[in-house]
C-alpha cells in the first residue's frame, strides 16, 4: 500500500474539525479493536469517570471472538465485525468499516492490526496508538509483545507510547504525543507491557482532548498544539 504524502496528510489535519458537533458537547468516536479490547475499556473508564468528554458511539472489530466485544456488551456499545477476507480489497474493506464509522467525530485505533486506506473524507481524523517510540519499534509485525520483546533486546533504556494520525502506511503518520516510562534490566516483554499500558491510559485521552479542541495543525509532519486563546 502505497504512503500518503505529508503534504497532502497536513492540509486534511489542518482543516479537520469535528463537524457539526456543538463545542460543549461529547466528541463522538468510533473504536477499531483486533483484540482483548483494553485500549477501548480505558476509554470507556475515563468517558464514564467524566475526564473524556466523548462517546463511543461504534466498535468494529477485524474478526470475531474478541476480548473486546465483552466490553462493548457491558458498555452497550453497537459492535461490528468486518473481516478482511471478506472483501475482495483493501479499499472495499477499508470503505465499509469507515460507512459503520460515519457520524463519528474521530476514529480511534485500539489494537487495531490491519492496514486500512484512510478515505478522503476522513484525512485528518483517524487516530492511533502505538506501544514504543516511533518511528523505532513500528511498522508491519510490531505489535503486542514483539514490540517490547524488541524494545529489550535492543538495549533501551526508555520505552514509551506514542499517538499520531494515521495514514495508509503502517505507524507511519503524523506524531501527536509521546509519552516515555523507563526500562528496568530485570523487564520481560510482560512487565514492559505493563508499564507502557499505564502510560497509554493517560496519553490517549490526552491527545483525543488536544483533536477535540480543535488546537492541533500539521506542517511537514510536525503537529503543532496551539495554545489556549
Not at 75 to 85: D, F, L, T
Not at 149 to 155: S, T
Request: with cysteine; hydrophobic share 40%.
Amino acid at each position: 500500500m502505497s504512503q500518503t504524502p505529508a503534504s497532502s496528510i497536513a492540509s486534511s489535519i489542518q482543516t479537520s474539525r469535528p463537524s457539526d458537533r456543538p463545542s460543549s458537547g461529547p466528541i463522538e468516536l468510533a473504536v477499531l479493536v483486533s483484540g482483548g479490547g483494553t485500549t477501548l475499556a480505558n476509554l470507556i473508564s475515563r468517558i464514564a469517570d467524566g475526564s473524556l468528554h466523548a462517546r463511543i458511539r461504534v466498535v468494529v472489530a477485524s474478526r470475531a471472538g474478541l476480548g473486546a466485544e465483552v466490553h462493548a456488551a457491558r458498555a452497550g456499545i453497537p459492535y461490528h465485525v468486518v473481516r478482511q477476507r471478506d472483501h475482495a480489497d483493501v479499499v472495499s474493506f477499508s470503505e465499509t468499516i469507515f460507512k459503520l464509522c460515519d457520524g463519528a467525530d474521530l476514529v480511534c485505533c485500539a489494537g487495531w492490526l490491519v492496514l486500512l486506506k484512510i478515505p478522503e473524507r476522513w484525512g485528518g481524523r483517524v487516530m492511533n496508538i502505538h506501544p514504543a517510540l516511533l518511528p523505532s519499534f513500528g511498522g508491519r509485525g510490531m505489535y503486542g509483545l514483539h514490540v517490547h520483546r524488541a524494545v529489550i533486546e535492543h538495549g533501551c533504556r526508555v520505552s514509551g507510547c506514542t499517538v499520531h494520525y494515521v495514514d495508509d502506511a503502517y505507524d507511519n503518520g503524523p506524531i501527536i504525543l509521546q509519552q516515555t516510562c523507563p526500562v528496568f534490566d530485570s523487564d520481560t516483554p510482560e512487565s514492559l507491557a505493563a508499564r507502557v499500558f499505564a502510560v497509554e491510559c493517560r496519553a490517549y485521552p490526552e491527545a483525543i482532548r488536544l483533536h477535540q479542541s480543535g488546537r492541533l495543525t500539521v506542517h511537514a509532519r510536525r503537529v503543532t498544539h496551539r495554545p489556549v486563546a
